[in-house]
């Protein structure tokens, strides 16, 4: 057996990486194939997303490489980790240490404020509670949510509540950022906002994001996507290819219907214009060619949101 190395990691990204990777859950008279010999790499600095319908492999694929579930078989390597040999409290601290989870279904303390959530990572991973709590400070403000540090859970809407939740993730800074279905629950602004902050962690950041959706509209703010059918990988796409992509393997933007391929259109707009204010700030755009190319992409944009109410969607 090879050793096993574990401990925190860089806290920028790191490259992971799956090799062959198979899991089968068995149960009592049969068997079940979730994944079927994956192999897949994620960059840092980059936030992929793992897009395919319900039942296909996306979230039993981010478990395996955040160590929350042992592979079949295969290899999972987080930086210098191979996670897939580690067991017990190796495993319990290469997750603490290394691994930020955002979960579709909230895993937030009910009993515990927004400020003291965000704090209990930092305390199990031995952080004295002074620095824990300017740092969870730090992150609460990062994430929008200054002035509502002492709120429980219940007290705030749903996106406040996600948004708590990335900031939960990033408390003890992992180079790896691992969040399944994040916006399932979410109206389009907060979806909106929790996509732009894990595409910042990884653009800003250099951290490995990893996220995983059925929706096309969180898909395309992307920077790559990997297409997971009955447990396999089927492609990869450009954000901007995702039209071709919808429909699976051969329905097309035809199956999913006009109103999707419009709402797709509208996010890779927006996707246009957050990238374009970047450049901006960064002085990488002049003022005239940024108001320009700016009034373009929302004349376009608010001819798509007409398009749409005409197909009697608003």
Known sequence: MRAVKVGPQPRSGVRVEVRNLVKIYRYKGGEVQALKGITATFPPGVMTCVMGPSGSGKTTLLNLIGGVDIPTGGEVLVGNVQVHMLRGEHLDRFRLDNVGFVFQALNLIPSLTALENVILPMTMAGVSRGKARARALKLLKLVGLEGKEGRYPE????????????????ANNPPVILADEPTAELDAE???????????????????????????????????????????????????????????????????GLAEVIKVKMAAIEREIDELTTLFRRGEVGLEEFYSRLTRLKAVKEGLKELLTSVGVE
């Open 155 to 170: 007290e705030l809407s749903g996106g406040e509540q996600q948004r708590v939740a990335v900031a939960v993730a990033l």
């Open 190 to 256: 907060n979806a909106r906002v929790v996509t732009n902050l894990l595409l910042r962690l990884a653009r800003e950041e250099g951290k490995t994001v990893i996220l995983s959706t059925h929706d096309p509209r969180v898909a395309v703010k992307a920077d790559r996507i990997l297409r997971l059918e009955d447990g396999r990988i089927v492609g990869e796409h450009r954000p901007l290819d995702l039209e071709s992509v919808l429909g699976g393997s051969g329905g097309g933007a035809a199956q999913v």
